[in-house]
């Protein structure tokens, strides 16, 4: 199975988690790896726990600080 397929299967899940603002998909060692972003480090840290790997791709977190939903331009042009 691709990692994008494994990513859309436990988006969601992952999403879920409070810590979690936003899931990709990113590169470790020229290896492809799911990137779970969270706000804070050290606010994941004392929180439900990230898994290492989901379905053999491996999962790296990125501290990602605040993260805002900005509108397509195109969409807003209609506005």
């Not at 990602?64 to 509108?71: E, F, M, Q």
Request: charged residues 30%; hydrophobic residues 40%.
């Amino acid at each position: 199975m691709s990692i994008e397929d494994v990513k859309r299967r436990h988006e969601s899940s992952l999403m879920s988690l409070p810590q979690v603002v936003g899931v990709g998909i990113g590169e470790r060692d020229g290896k492809p790896v799911i990137a779970v972003l969270v706000k804070t480090k050290e606010a994941a840290a004392g929180l439900p726990p990230i898994p290492e790997s989901i379905e053999g791709y491996p999962v790296t977190i990125v501290e990602a600080g605040d993260v805002t939903a900005h509108p397509d331009e195109k969409e807003s042009d209609a506005i």
